[in-house]
């Protein structure tokens, strides 16, 4: 499977997001933000870090960039889209997800592990998660409070949209397990379409024991099974 | 010609900075405050000659579209 990893000037997960799939046994490969095409992609990884310097609002400036055009056009099409970290942010703010991320509630910025319970398997995100299972994978934010208004949390839920949620280590979702104030304890959402999802946390940092925690690997297996079996949406 | 925006985060999104700058004004002795609201400042700098009507509904455009995010803040525009 082909993944096309964005860069935006001063994002600064791409390379493990790159590490990662190509770790997991698949191929992947940067694309520049000015580019007007992600070529032969199949799905499309939005990675962490501090696009424009998170100047104005977090991805505000990086929504604009020329490539996502092209992502919403492959979105459009049926692509799949994951976005990490800043990666959430900047489809938040290009309404391919709903919601917003504002700063996280104490102020500080968050560099822990976490634990995360799939709220649903129902998606090419979570698919392969196993029944039961938690994710430890770290998180490292300073804005990763999920905000939306109750209409849109209702149709979140009603939609089967929420996909992760922090939790404690036993799975319950409590308040302490919330490292920001987002709702819900929203972690990650989905798009009503299910082919476009976000989270604040970063499963490509967890891919490998050496790293503490190779959970991640559970977001991405589901992300080749979904690619495995549908036709393939090609990139424009 | 000068146009100010003033974004300010809506009052149903937690704002810690706000509460925090609060309680901070409290702390030092301030008193009668209720509540603390901090949000942006943006001043853009037109051309001379620009329309007025023309700039007011371009940057409403702009202010909507990218200079604040809806979902979260709102905003107020004035050209001078």
């Known amino acids: 499977m082909n993944f096309a990893v964005l860069q935006f000037p ?13 770790l997991l046994g698949h191929s992947a490969r940067y694309v520049w933000h000015k580019e007007h095409s992600l070529g032969d992609a199949e799905a499309v990884i939005v990675p962490g870090g501090f696009s ?11 929504r604009f960039s ?18 990490v970290c800043n990666g959430f942010q900047v489809l938040t703010e290009a309404g391919l997800l709903p919601g917003a991320l504002v700063r996280n509630r104490d102020l500080q910025f968050h560099c822990e592990h976490i634990f995360l319970k799939a709220a649903t398997v129902d998606s090419p995100f979570t698919s392969k998660i196993p029944s039961g299972k938690l994710l430890r994978v770290p998180i490292a934010h300073g804005e990763g409070c999920y905000f939306a208004d109750e209409e849109t949390l209702a149709k979140l839920k009603a939609n089967n949209q929420i996909l992760w949620q922090y939790c404690d280590a036993s799975g319950n979702l409590t308040d302490t397990s919330n490292p920001n104030g987002s709702l819900l304890n929203i972690a990650g959402v989905c ?4 082919n476009v999802a976000g989270l604040m946390p970063h ?3 967890a891919c490998e024991p050496l790293l503490g925690s190779d959970d991640g690997r559970w977001i991405f297996e589901s992300i080749f099974a979904a690619l495995k079996n549908k036709p393939i949406a090609r990139a424009a | 010609m000068k146009a100010k925006i003033i974004i ?6 937690v704002d810690p ?7 901070a004004l409290e702390q030092m002795g301030y008193q009668g405050v209720i509540g603390v609201h901090v949000g942006k400042y943006i001043e853009i ?35 001078e």
């Open chain 1, 203 to 205: 499963p490509e940092r």
């Open chain 1, 66 to 83: 020329p490539v996502m055009q092209a992502v919403k056009q492959f979105a459009d099409n049926g692509g799949l889209v994951l976005g």
């Open chain 2, 17 to 23: 900075q706000g509460k925090t700058v609060q309680v």
């Open chain 2, 45 to 79: 700098d037109l051309a001379p000659g620009t329309d007025q009507a023309a700039a007011q509904r371009a940057l409403n455009d702009a202010a909507h579209r990218f200079l604040s995010n809806p979902i979260i803040e709102d905003y107020k525009l004035e050209i």
């Open chain 1, 191 to 194: 798009n009503e379409r299910r």
């Open chain 1, 52 to 62: 424009y310097g998170d100047y104005l609002r977090c991805g505000a400036i990086a």
């Open chain 1, 10 to 22: 001063a994002s600064n997960c791409d390379q493990d997001a790159i590490h990662a799939v190509r």
């Open chain 2, 8 to 13: 300010t985060p809506k009052k149903a999104v």
